[in-house]
């Protein structure tokens, strides 16, 4: 099993740019999520999604999109990037209902927006 | 939406001490407590998690505990070594992992 995998491993993006974050997990996991980690602040969840077909906003939304297509993958599209998203994005999944528990995480991505 | 508090943000101990990290958080009907362990440059890694209808859950040299009463949760690291060294993040959810909430972390580090 590969686990998640998460590309690309470094992105440097200019204002405006939009772009995608790819995500996809081989373990057949309903749950799966997005997080940016920026220093002193923890992870911070930006979009989840419980199944195929069902996205939820998380705690920081505005500027990103997600769809859940197939349940290995969940993209995360920047819209029209900012200065502000400049971060390390880290996607995540697990199983769902009485077999929850573990999120495994991706490598992350290093995103730099200029 | 759930709020978790996390203190010390930095803490540093001797190889053989124990340490303990609390987390407080906001929403009552919260009931799953992971903890995650994050080393230099990588992916965050559970380490023990608790449901609320525990109050302690041991596993070796980690151990956690829950005040449910209190919005209380904390991580013991007993005998501490350096490869405890990391960054620890407590996280509270409602059901599952659903719309979970992470603190800010608490870098340790073990001082041979």
């Known amino acids: 099993n590969a686990g998640v995998t998460q590309t690309p491993k470094f992105q440097v993006l200019k204002t405006g740019q939009s772009m995608t974050l790819q995500c996809a997990q081989d373990?057949?996991?309903?749950?799966m999520s997005w997080y940016r980690q920026d220093p002193g602040m923890g992870l911070r969840l930006i979009h989840y999604?419980?199944?195929?077909?069902?996205?939820d906003q998380g705690e920081v939304p505005n500027g990103y999109n997600v769809s859940r297509s197939t349940t290995e993958d969940f993209p995360l599209r920047l819209l029209s990037a900012a200065p502000s998203q400049t971060s390390v994005y880290f996607c995540?999944?697990?199983?769902?209902?009485?077999?929850?528990?573990?999120?495994?995480f991706g490598p992350g991505t290093r995103l730099t927006v200029t | 939406g759930e709020n978790v508090e996390q203190h010390p943000s930095t803490l540093s101990v001797q190889e053989g001490d124990s340490a303990v990290i609390k987390c407080t958080y906001s929403?009552?009907?919260?009931?799953?407590f992971p903890w995650y362990k994050q080393e230099l440059g990588k992916r965050p890694q559970l380490i023990i998690d608790?449901?609320?209808?525990?109050g302690e859950k041991k596993d070796q040299r980690i151990a956690v505990t829950l005040n449910k009463t209190a919005k209380h949760f904390s991580l013991h690291i007993t005998e501490t070594q350096p490869e405890d060294s990391a960054v620890y993040f407590c996280?509270?959810?409602?059901?599952?992992?659903?719309?979970?909430?992470f603190g800010a972390g608490t870098r340790l580090t073990v001082k041979p």
């Open positions: 373990m057949n996991h309903e749950y």
């Open positions: 995540a999944s697990s199983y769902q209902g009485s077999l929850a528990g573990e999120q495994y």
């Open positions: 929403d009552s009907a919260s009931n799953y």
């Open positions: 999604s419980v199944g195929a077909g069902i996205t």
């Open positions: 608790i449901r609320s209808n525990v």
């Open positions: 996280a509270a959810s409602l059901y599952n992992n659903n719309d979970m909430r």
